[in-house]
Nanobody, 121 residues
């Protein structure tokens, strides 16, 4: 069982930056692939970024995912934020990725409660 707790969300002006953190419980964090998703009001949850257990990650321009296995934490650095980035951001974990960087919701077994990011224009 893995528990995930996101933090770092908040209100930021367009063009600003935020770094989200996701702290994971458990002693096998380094074996998990981790992902970030987001959900805006009235929209479906969508993929943002993922990182494998070995550190291979997906690239999404303004957003960068990274991990610190010593701290059981995954990060999402978000730069040049836009109002359309406003959403609840969720982190997720899976041990079944076999070195991949999963992009689909159903591929993840554990989810955090989410952290709100609001970008004002």
């Amino acid at each position: 069982q893995v528990q995930l707790v996101e933090s770092g969300g908040g209100l930021v002006q367009a063009g600003g930056s935020l770094r989200l953190s996701c702290a994971a419980s458990g002693r096998t964090f380094s074996s998990y692939a981790m992902g970030w998703f987001r959900q805006a009001p009235g929209k479906e949850r969508e993929f943002v970024a993922a990182i494998s257990w070995s550190g291979s990650n997906t690239m999404k321009g303004r957003f960068t995912i990274s991990r610190d296995n010593a701290k059981n934490t995954v990060y999402l650095q978000m730069n040049s934020l836009k109002p359309e980035d406003t959403a609840v951001y969720y982190c997720a974990a899976t041990m079944k990725a076999d070195g991949r960087t999963p992009r689909r919701l159903y591929e993840y077994d554990y989810w955090g409660q989410g952290t709100q990011v609001t970008v004002s224009s």
